[in-house]
């Protein structure tokens, strides 16, 4: 087979990808639908042109995968390793053609052969490794640290089965099996070879001089796949290696000899269950063992593909925290303190506080959230059933812990600080504290609510350890890729420096008042506008007028992200045209998108609300293109990209102090969307950087929610006093929504009655008069629009490479190469 693609060196400058002829990639494709995808091109599918299409581009990325990984070896310089249970990476080949400066080649040969660029894309199913911000965090800083040639490798597990796909039956929500790995993906490598064992259960013995054996009565394989992540330009490709779990004995020959065909195959189906579905929820821990398996699972496998990585040029193990960093995010992984202690002290033979040192210098800590139900703890019970030897190491971490703070005499209390507590159950977010060099938070203000609240205690005893380090977006996706006529724009006024330097996009601050480029900037708004008008009206058949205010809340279902809170206010609105349809209305198209975890029954029945609404709300001839409502089924990455850049307004409406930092606030402004939101997460610091008068802040402050909390709200009160939100609330109970069913959503209303605990009726009076400020403002299309300009131009600053960069110098200790 002969795939070589003629380079044309000439065209490359130092330290940019050399570039491709658009002549050299038709071949190329060409050759690769034949001699891979074994078609021929009259008999090729659109998956098969995709597929082609796909390796093609892949093997520009090789190349430089190559180059970086023997850069790496040579370099010497420290890795950094990003642990995470969730890489919410979306489709990856407009991101790699982008990321290569090859779009203009792809897109000609593309032409040339006949098909549809955009629609290849399309063929490309969403790697939804990740249930939402977390997940998608991970992957903007793989990408992040591609760019800024950080040497580094992404762990997590490679799921048959990513998040569910969500579809709607009669307004309820309802989980799918999610597919991905249906039709072979052309990113990843399996790496049969690089296979490790992973342990469960079993018993532990010590032999009396000093050495311990743990007899596991389960062993399973975990198999790597690699998917190369290229950074921009190119410059530099770093690895996200995922594991699958694998029998060790493929099939049990006795059984099936004696004709037991289910019973033989069954340590395979134990094995394989293990990477088979991600879970699908992010703030309980349910399915528990098996959660506490896929954490050890990937965990394990990465810790020994670590070591030996380091083993292969060094020979010191003491030396580790020299070469190795390794990120913690959120707790999932944080078996690691026990386990990387475990190798250190059982396999090499390290004394425990020796191995606790070299632990607490390679690890740190991302914490992501503050909510108690969302901080993971182990039954002491399961997890000494599971995992004994780490229990072992647990307890003789938190006694030592112990012993050195008693010590210390600091006004802490040894409840608040102990890992193990009442000896049934282990604080995973304790464990990871004590065993990090650093713990961060994720914005100022959550990394502030850390060190007063949760984290207090451990504060005290290591005031140095609590970092703060906002998160970020990377820019290429989230605008370069998805919004090409702002991109053009851009390109255009300020030329390119921006894509890797985001906080250059600043200097186009200077043409908010520029009328020409305004006008261009509210026709690329447009444009996109038209776009999504056209994607709702294919994914749910209603017709949105696309000169409306486009208002968009997208994310994960969460009582505390108050979805509730907007469709209350669309009920009043709703209300509102009703009994005044000759005011002045400003045309709205109210847009929501958000998976609800499937046991999470409250979630599910408000996006069942949200769906009565939209219903009702669409089919009334009073209402008209005045509001439109639209909820989006099987909200995920791909369908973000096409939301984001036609958005006006931003719903980021949290109870203050409970949305940790918020990643979509940033994408969304970026793309010149206006926030509507509260002082929450990173709220607070787009709006120092925007300014007042260009975001809508409203309701409560995190120092008044727990104020009310801690004196005890009525809601009651409120309620009775508030006639546009007594309306809309009882408009909800009388069946206006549900005509089939009144009493459906008695128990929304009634949690908004007698608790109230996210604060939804508190909020709402603010809330839905800075909606009204809203309707007016943005009939003045120029000011809107100079707003808008100046939303993308301030918030450079939310670029994941000036995160990476944060974390390199405050967490890793490593320097970047770009
Ligand atoms: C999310 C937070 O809810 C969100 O505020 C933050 O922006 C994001 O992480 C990235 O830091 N958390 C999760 O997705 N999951 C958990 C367990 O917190």
Not at 77 to 102: P, T
Not at 496 to 503: A, K, P
Request: charge should be negative; hydrophobic fraction near 40%.
């Amino acid at each position: 087979m002969n795939d070589t693609i003629r380079i044309d060196e000439a065209a490359g400058s130092a330290g940019q990808a050399p570039a491709l002829t658009a002549e050299a990639f038709r071949e190329a494709v060409r050759a690769k639908l034949k001699y891979a995808v074994g078609k021929d091109p009259s008999r090729a599918t659109a998956k098969d042109w995709s597929m082609a299409l796909s390796l093609a581009v892949r093997d520009q990325v090789v190349e430089r995968w190559f180059e970086s990984t023997k850069a790496s070896h040579a370099g010497q310089k420290k890795h950094v390793y990003y642990l995470s249970m969730e890489f919410l990476i979306g489709r990856l080949l407009n991101d790699a053609v982008c990321n290569l400066g090859i779009e203009a080649q792809v897109r000609t040969a593309c032409a040339e052969l006949g098909i549809d660029y955009q629609a290849q894309l399309e063929q490309e199913s969403d790697a939804a490794l990740g249930n939402g911000g977390l997940g998608r965090l991970a992957a903007c800083f793989m990408d992040s640290m591609s760019t800024l040639g950080i040497p580094a490798h992404g762990y997590g597990i490679r799921y048959d089965h990513g998040l569910f796909r969500q579809r709607f039956h009669d307004g309820w929500q309802v989980e799918e099996p999610e597919d991905w790995l249906v039709s072979s993906r052309a990113w990843e490598f399996e790496r049969a070879e690089m296979a490790y064992l992973v342990k469960f259960g079993g018993q532990i013995s010590f032999d009396g001089h000093g050495a311990t054996y743990w007899r596991a009565d389960e062993t399973v394989k975990a198999v790597a796949y690699d998917t190369p992540i290229a950074g921009w330009k190119g410059r530099h490709v770093n690895t996200l290696r995922l594991w699958a779990s694998r029998p060790v004995e493929v099939l049990d020959l006795g059984r099936f000899n004696h004709g037991d065909y289910m019973s033989a195959a069954e340590k395979t189906i134990r094995a394989e269950t293990i990477s088979r579905v991600l879970y699908p929820d992010d703030t309980t821990a349910e399915g528990k063992e098996l959660r506490l398996k896929q954490e050890y699972f990937f965990t394990s496998a990465s810790l020994q593909d670590i070591l030996r990585r380091y083993l292969e040029d060094n020979d010191d193990i003491r030396k580790l925290p020299e070469q190795v960093a390794i990120q913690m995010n959120d707790t999932h992984p944080a078996i690691a303190v026990a386990e990387l202690m475990r190798i250190l002290a059982d396999d090499y033979r390290l004394t425990f506080p020796e191995a606790f040192e070299i632990t607490r210098q390679c690890l740190s800590y991302t914490n992501h959230t503050l909510m108690p139900e969302a901080l993971e703890r182990w039954n002491t019970n399961l997890f000494r059933k599971v995992l004994p030897r780490h229990m072992q190491i647990i307890e003789w971490i938190d006694y030592h812990h112990l012993a050195e703070v008693q010590g210390r005499n600091l006004p802490v209390s040894l409840d608040n600080i102990r890992i193990i507590e009442w000896g049934s159950e282990i604080k995973m977010g304790s464990l990871a504290f004590v065993g990090s060099r650093r713990v961060n938070g994720v914005s100022a203000l959550h990394t502030e609510l850390m060190k007063q609240t949760v984290f207090k205690d451990y504060h005290l005893l290591y005031p140095d350890r609590i970092v703060n380090e906002t998160n970020g977006i990377t820019p290429r996706r989230w605008l370069y890729e998805c919004n090409p006529g702002l991109r053009a724009l851009l390109l255009e006024a300020i030329g390119d420096g921006w894509v890797d330097n985001l906080e250059k996009i600043e200097d186009a601050a200077k043409f908010a008042t520029d009328a020409s480029f305004r006008d261009k900037f509210a026709a690329a708004k447009q444009a996109n506008k038209v776009r999504l008008a056209a994607e709702i009206e294919r994914r749910i058949g209603l017709r949105v007028d696309p000169t409306a205010l486009f208002d968009v809340q997208i994310k994960r279902m969460h009582e505390y992200k108050r979805q509730l809170l907007n469709v209350l206010e669309t009920i009043a609105l709703y209300q509102a045209i009703r009994r005044g349809p000759g005011a002045e209305w400003t045309p709205r198209v109210k847009i929501f998108g958000g998976k609800a975890a499937p046991g999470y029954q409250i979630a599910k029945r408000i996006i069942k609300l949200a769906n009565d609404v939209a219903r009702v709300v669409n089919n009334d001839p009073i209402i008209g293109d005045r509001l439109k409502v639209a909820v989006l089924p099987n909200y995920n990455v791909s369908l973000a990209e096409v939301i984001i850049p036609a958005a006006d307004l931003s719903e980021q409406i949290s109870t203050a102090g409970m949305e940790a930092s918020g990643t979509g606030n940033m994408k969304l402004a970026l793309n010149g969307a206006l926030t509507i939101g509260t002082l929450d997460g990173a709220n607070v610091e787009i709006a120092e950087r925007v300014g007042p008068d260009n975001i809508y802040i409203f309701g409560l402050t995190a120092d008044d929610v727990a104020g009310l909390r801690q004196r005890g709200y009525n809601p009651n009160a409120t309620i009775d006093s508030d006639p546009t939100l007594k309306g809309a609330i009882d408009a909800m109970v009388n069946g206006t929504f549900s005509p089939d069913d009144h009493g459906r959503f008695n128990e929304v209303a009634d949690r908004l009655w007698h608790t109230d605990w996210f604060l939804v009726t508190a909020d709402f009076q603010s809330y839905f008069q800075t909606q009204r400020t809203v309707d007016v403002d943005y009939r003045d299309k120029t000011r809107w629009t100079e707003r808008s300009i100046l939303n993308t131009t301030k918030v450079g600053w939310f670029s994941s490479d000036r995160t990476i960069r944060g974390y390199s110098k405050d967490v890793w200790g490593v320097e970047p190469n770009f």
